[in-house]
């Protein structure tokens, strides 16, 4: 590794984290934490010198004065998954991990060099074989397929292993059930048979373990950036407040690889940054964050409402808010995840609309959200092109937006599908179609529909021809974000006419903190 994870510190941030921590010293040789450990401080180095080795004993990285090891466990609680060892005497400053939380949200220059330094050498650890865990299993298995998915959207460094290709592999799984596979190694050596997402995570240190019953002032079900808005601004007000992801927090925008149109940051930000960002904000204020449960039911109560989990836990609240956000349909090709949130989007608004003017454009889809954003687009100066694959619009358009597309020069290509995408870092410059015709684009918008994570609600809220979350006076709801159940609230892209931006979920997650209190008794919150 080089480059930006070998950053180096200034004499005053030194200063300020030796405030906040411990000095010590190393000898040549001596251990400062180990693959397999459960936590370990940051290191920042006054003097001396320390190598990162993976668990061969490879070297991955040494840093001298004024560098700093650790990377993102460090905030996650993550089992360790390298070894760092001192390679000239040293004398450093330890900061812990919750002292080192604190201070990140105190420090804006201090946070800002870590975190960056943090996503950027998790991101380089997930390219390296060797590191983190091993996931032993065939590309047939369903159970591997889906550990696999799961350690990509923890952004857990992996090793999938095939038994077909590893003589090793296929001896161990020989041994084993055909209910006992995948085996995972761990970090240290321990081994797991065919373990459930939650299982893994407990093994790893990952999240909270939930108790059988919990009693809380706010539920917050789900971890995107509507769910984290929530979770910041109920907590810092003195509630009570447990989040509950299924999957990763952070959602669809934590995986994204740069958020260029969110407010403050002119450069952008990475989904995994920002993410880190509102999760150690969270926690400032004693959010409590647990992951992964699913929400199976919600029995509306006087007093409190229930929530039960898949995974046998009840979580009585006082308050719920909804967040579980929506699954965007994608394109079936390789890469895809390389161009989100650089050259390929979901919503087409005014900022995607100034970074497209004079730009070559495809829309994908055939449906009149698919129109208006066409529309919108060749209004901004784009060169847009509406890729569909039926033979004919009319099928599943207005006829006033087939109008509205070639009034404004829109030029529309019937039985159209995408299979390539072609570019360098995220930048897109072509698309390969189904029938091998290669067309040069910019960006891609895809408006492909869209499923809300609502199945588990049942009748017990109102919810449009779609699944999405009715809300507000149209419903006879009190505020904008309230549901048919009173105290039951819903927030981000799961809410019905919610406007699909990151921004704005974050905004909607925080209004409905304002609505809570508005309903819950002063004695129900902490102070």
Request: aromatic share 6%; glycine share 12%.
């Amino acid at each position: 590794m080089a480059g930006p994870v070998s950053r180096v510190l200034s004499s005053t941030q030194l200063a300020t984290l030796a405030a906040h921590g411990e000095e010590r010293t190393a000898e040549v040789g001596e251990k400062l934490f180990e693959i397999g450990d459960e936590t370990y401080p940051f290191i920042a180095i006054l003097e001396g010198e320390a190598a990162v080795l993976d668990g061969a004993g490879n070297e991955i990285v040494r840093h001298g004065a004024s560098g700093f090891l650790g990377e993102m466990n460090l905030l996650s609680g993550q089992t360790v998954f390298l070894t760092g060892v001192a390679t000239e005497p040293m004398r450093y400053i330890a900061v812990e991990r919750e002292e080192l939380r604190k201070l990140l949200l105190e420090d804006a220059p201090l946070s800002d060099i870590l975190l960056s330094a943090f996503v950027q050498r998790r991101e380089l650890l997930q390219q390296r074989q060797g590191i983190g865990i091993e996931i032993v299993g065939s590309r047939d298995s369903a159970p591997t397929r889906r550990l696999v998915d799961f350690a990509k959207r923890q952004r857990l460094p992996f090793t999938w292993i095939e038994p077909g290709e590893d003589e090793e592999a296929a001896r161990a799984l020989e041994e084993l059930e055909p209910s006992q596979i995948p085996l995972v190694r761990l970090p240290g050596g321990a081994e797991l048979r065919a373990p459930s997402d939650g299982e893994l995570s407990r093994a790893l240190g990952i999240g909270l373990e939930l108790g059988p019953r919990e009693e809380v002032d706010l539920l917050v079900i789900g971890g995107g950036p509507a769910g984290l808005g929530a979770a910041v601004y109920g907590a810092s007000e003195g509630l009570d407040t447990l989040v509950v992801e299924s999957t990763v927090l952070g959602g669809q925008a934590g995986t994204s690889r740069r958020i260029e149109n969110y407010l403050g940051f002119p450069a952008g930000i990475t989904g995994s940054e920002l993410t880190s960002r509102a999760v150690t904000q969270a926690r400032k204020f004693e959010a409590r964050t647990a992951t992964p449960y699913r929400a199976r039911s919600l029995e509306p109560g006087d007093d409190r409402h229930l929530v039960r989990l898949e995974e046998g836990n009840e979580i009585s609240a006082r308050a719920v808010v909804i967040s579980t956000g929506a699954e965007y349909r994608k394109l079936p090709v390789d890469d895809l995840e390389e161009y989100e949130g650089l050259s390929i989007f979901y919503a087409a608004g005014p900022p995607e609309a100034q970074i497209c003017g004079g730009q070559r454009v495809a829309v994908v889809g055939g449906g009149n959200s698919a129109a208006q954003a066409a529309v919108w687009l060749a209004r901004g100066g784009a060169l847009v092109t509406l890729l569909h694959r039926r033979a004919d619009l009319a099928e599943t358009m207005s006829s006033y937006l087939i109008d509205e597309l070639d009034r404004y020069g829109v030029n529309v290509r019937d039985r159209s599908e995408i299979a390539e995408l072609h570019g360098i870092d995220g930048k897109l410059e072509a698309v390969t179609l189904t029938d091998g015709t290669r067309l040069p684009y910019s960006f891609v918008f895809l408006f492909l529909g869209a499923s809300p994570c609502t199945e588990w609600l049942g009748d017990c809220i109102a919810r449009d021809e779609k699944g999405f979350i009715r809300t507000g006076a149209e419903i006879g709801a009190e505020g904008l974000l309230e549901t048919t159940v009173p105290r039951v609230y819903a927030a981000g892209d799961v809410r019905a006419g919610s406007i699909k931006r990151c921004a704005t979920a974050v905004g909607e997650g925080a209004a409905v903190v304002r609505l809570v209190h508005e309903h819950l008794a002063p004695s129900a919150v902490k102070g």
